[in-house]
């Protein structure tokens, strides 16, 4: 059993899934599983990920036959995974070399927290430089504006920021009971945050660098559309207080 799970969900990513998984092999902590998830593609990514899974032990590919979107991919990575603790990276994205390392050596020397986020660097199509992004300051309140919101009241839940998708390590007891919306086709990371952060886990920050988010015209973000719906549906959970609920 692996440390750290990595789950890389893949679909048409033919461009960027070798360097995205070079980045978690070259991380200065090697105890890790790596988890490439392909989500039925059409291009070469599949073969892409049998090709890296021969050169190195620690990947393990699965295939789905059917397209299950994101959440449906990540989900299929949460059932496989066997490591202590949980991160996530996007096919187009890749690890900063000392990501893992000083995040577990974060958890395991607090472990009063349940998971760990930062900081990222956005690089822009055909740019060179990355232009560095600071996360969320604090979790510490949002758990009570969930409990404001349910209640009635109209309140920014997380007004002040986000936590980036890929920066985070999470303890894999945090997802006994915890999936990702296969509903959502959009915004499925904030989802589980709510749902992560309304039943009481401790997620904090940890100032510093994580990964390299590629901004491109291909990815699902740029959909205002989706972004829309799925911003109703998690606008309703946190009226109906389903984020409460155990």
Known sequence: MALVSIIIPAHNREKYLEAA????????????????????????????ADSLAQQDDRIRVIHHPENKLRSGALNTGLDTATGKYIS?????DYYLP?????????LESHPENDGVYGDYEMLF???TETK???????TEEVHARLI???????????AEGYIPSCSALIKKSVFETLRFD?????MEDLDMWLQILGKGFTLTRLPGSTYVYRRHGEQKSSNSERMRIAGAIIEEKMKNGTYLQK
Not at 98 to 106: D, H, M, P, S, T
């Open 98 to 106: 000392n990501k893992l390392e000083r995040q577990v050596a974060f």
């Open 182 to 186: 296969p509903n959502l086709r959009n």
């Open 21 to 48: 998984v070079r980045s978690v092999l070259e991380q200065t902590l090697t105890d890790i599983e790596v988890l490439i998830v392909n989500d039925a593609s059409t291009d070469t990514t599949g073969s892409i």
């Open 148 to 158: 404001t919101k349910a209640q009635g009241e109209d309140i920014a839940v997380m």
């Open 125 to 127: 199509e055909n740019a």
């Open 132 to 138: 560095p992004i600071n996360a969320l300051a604090s």
């Open 88 to 92: 996530i990276l996007d096919s187009d």
